[in-house]
């Protein structure tokens, strides 16, 4: 889909006019969404400048900045100062960072599961190596109707996604893993799709990807905390303990169409876009 | 006996004339034809020598065989414990490929077997037709129908916690290599001579002892190229075994237990693995495996063959 969205604006490119610009922009698979609806809205302000929006990670997009083949890469997770360093080394050009948003990892159930929140440590305890909640009722003695023994089946990431190391970071630990077994999905609209067929399933994502067919929990920083659902609200404020930066990197002194877009990014218009995606914007 | 050896030997000069007078473009077309043939090879060799150089560096440094491929530990992008156990992997791919090709060969051969003797020759183009359109659909689709149809519907059969699993994976790479089977069976049984058919019928058999006795021995080497497609398919197949398995590093003790193949975890890695690292290189060195055991069906199944054919 991704991929033929920008074969369609590349094929369009091809036949209008030469002063069409094509802004190549790449990365994370949790801001794709949003890129894509930018890209979209932008084509009204600007219809001469064209943006192709690909997904492929946080990771690829970066990778593909470094090696100068894009204009703008997408990431969830800030640049590491190697990676800038490379950047740097490779063609000379300092690196830009603008944050465009926040997302909040929401954590998600199947709607027949009665409960309704969960404490970070409970969430290390299904997720992380060593935890030991295997069942629904080793937390807080949950029965899960229609679920088969009443097994927790956990909904992870591939273990390169921006999505699944930040929730590590957050959930597991930084320098500690998840526990094997976990049915590692491909992207964050197959885990949301999974959860809401299976009741023994929880799983995460950005908040954007959530649909009426999961139940979103509240989640607590401790055991007797108060718990902060995922909300616009919560994840502007920072009180949801699972949020994170979205940013966006380009390198050196880019073209005027970049820097254009770069700019129009910050107006309400765009702001106004990130909210109808589900995404938090930054607060001003 | 005499008419058998001068035949040769006329079609020999008949041969020697034709090329003396051969047109250049005739020539040209053949060394067309001739370097596609070759390429084929070329190819072959192109791959396993830019697989072999891209996992080399881990196959000569920190490779070793007892972690590589008898620890079931998988989990590349830890910070403190990496480890590049493929046991898992192996096993994953090889319950799934087994259990499928249990459901597919039997159904694509019988499929097979009806297009082709049983049904009325209308019939035959609409069920041609139709599991060729099988063949069409896009391996993501299957892994949607793992996901959303076939996930529900294996909890609330059977009673188990999670519907993504080794016969979920199963069933949806027997579904996507039955047309293969399909169509490869069918073309082998039509190729058996229509006389052979015909002095069976002369005979008095039935068209059931037509099936099992004339042409299931006749078009055998044929059957078994078009099984062993289905094999092949099964075993390569990415991204719907990657939806339908829930991708999970362990044995599966049951089919109901969710497993993980060597070729869908190639393929959710290596896009963001970077380039040259020891993640990526270990993604080739599987990928070096997944060769092995390609090369390895194949061979047997020529040596099957061909054993049988000596013994004739």
């Known amino acids: 889909m991704k991929f033929f969205f920008s074969l369609i604006l590349l094929a369009l490119a091809g036949c209008s006019k030469s002063n069409h610009k094509i802004i190549q922009n790449k990365g994370s698979d949790t801001i794709v969404n949003l890129a894509q609806a930018w890209a979209e809205e932008y084509k009204k302000v600007k219809p001469e400048v064209g943006i192709a929006v690909s997904g492929g990670g946080s990771g690829t997009g970066i990778s593909a900045l470094i090696n100068g083949t894009v204009d703008i890469a997408n990431s969830s997770r800030p640049m590491?100062?190697?990676?800038?360093?490379?950047?740097?080394?490779?063609?000379?050009?300092?690196?830009?960072?603008?944050?465009?948003?926040?997302d909040a990892l929401a954590v998600f159930t199947h709607p027949s599961n009665p409960l309704k929140d969960l404490s970070i440590e409970e969430l290390a305890c299904i997720y992380g190596q060593g935890g030991t909640c295997e069942k629904w009722s080793d937390v807080r003695g949950t029965v899960v109707p229609g679920c088969?023994?009443?097994?927790?089946?956990?909904?992870?990431?591939?273990?390169?996604?921006?999505?699944?190391?930040?929730?590590?970071?957050?959930?597991?630990?930084?320098?500690?893993?998840?526990?094997e077994g976990s049915m590692d999905l491909n992207g964050s609209r197959e885990s949301i799709d999974l959860v809401e067929k299976t009741p023994c399933a929880i799983g995460y994502s950005g908040m954007g990807y959530l649909t009426r067919g999961v139940t979103a929990l509240c989640i607590s920083k401790a055991k007797d905390a108060p718990c902060v659902s995922p909300s616009l609200e919560t994840a502007t404020n920072k009180t949801y303990p699972i949020s994170r930066e979205l940013y966006m990197y380009t390198a050196g002194d880019p073209s005027p169409e970049v820097k254009a877009y770069m700019e129009w990014i910050k107006t309400d218009q765009a702001r106004d876009i990130t909210i109808k995606s589900g995404y938090v914007p930054v607060p001003r | 006996m005499e008419r058998r050896l001068a035949r040769p030997r006329i079609e020999a000069m008949e041969w020697r004339q034709r090329k003396t007078t051969k047109p250049w473009s005739e020539k040209l077309i053949e060394g067309i034809i001739r370097l596609c043939g070759m390429s084929c090879i070329f190819l072959i060799f192109a791959i396993l020598l830019f697989?072999?150089?891209?996992?080399?560096?881990?196959?000569?440094?920190?490779?070793?065989?007892?972690?590589?491929?008898?620890?079931?530990?998988?989990?590349?992008?830890?910070?403190?414990?990496?480890?590049?156990?493929i046991l898992a992997l192996i096993a994953g791919t090889l319950a799934v490929t087994f259990l499928s090709m249990l459901i597919a060969v039997p159904l694509g051969l019988a499929s097979a077997f009806y297009i082709s003797e049983f049904c009325s020759p209308r019939a035959r183009e609409i069920y041609k037709v139709l599991v060729e359109f099988l063949a069409a659909i896009p391996s993501v689709v299957w892994g949607f129908i793992a996901i959303m149809m076939i996930n529900p519907m294996i909890i609330s059969t059977f009673k188990v916690p999670i519907g993504l699993n080794v016969l979920n994976a199963s069933l949806i790479l027997a579904l996507m290599s039955i047309p293969l089977i399909v169509s490869v069976g069918e073309d082998a049984l039509r190729a058996v001579p229509e006389t052979y058919r015909e002095a069976a019928e002369a005979l008095g058999a039935t068209r059931w002892e037509i099936a099992t006795r004339v042409l299931l021995p006749a078009a055998k080497n044929g059957l078994m190229a078009a099984a062993l497609l289905g094999v092949g398919r099964a075993l390569g197949e990415t991204m719907a075994v990657l939806m339908a398995t829930g991708h999970s590093?362990?044995?599966?003790?049951?089919?109901?237990?969710?497993?993980?193949?060597?070729?869908?975890?190639?393929?959710?890695?290596?896009?963001?693995?970077?380039?040259?690292?020891?993640?990526?290189?270990?993604?080739?060195?599987?990928?070096?495996?997944?060769?092995?055991?390609s090369f390895a069906v194949n061979v047997t199944a020529d040596y099957l063959i061909r054993g049988k054919r000596r013994k004739r």
């Open chain 1, 80 to 102: 590491k100062a190697e990676e800038k360093a490379e950047a740097q080394k490779n063609n000379g050009k300092q690196i830009n960072e603008v944050i465009v948003g926040l």
């Open chain 1, 148 to 179: 088969e023994g009443n097994k927790i089946i956990r909904v992870s990431r591939q273990s390169n996604s921006g999505t699944y190391q930040y929730f590590r970071e957050v959930v597991v630990g930084e320098k500690a893993d998840f526990k």
């Open chain 2, 51 to 85: 697989i072999s150089k891209e996992a080399y560096p881990f196959l000569v440094g920190k490779f070793e065989a007892s972690e590589f491929f008898f620890s079931k530990s998988w989990n590349p992008s830890s910070v403190a414990n990496v480890h590049y156990g």
């Open chain 2, 249 to 293: 590093v362990q044995i599966p003790k049951s089919i109901f237990d969710p497993a993980r193949t060597l070729t869908a975890t190639i393929a959710a890695e290596l896009g963001e693995s970077p380039k040259g690292g020891e993640h990526y290189q270990v993604l080739f060195a599987i990928g070096l495996v997944l060769f092995l055991i």
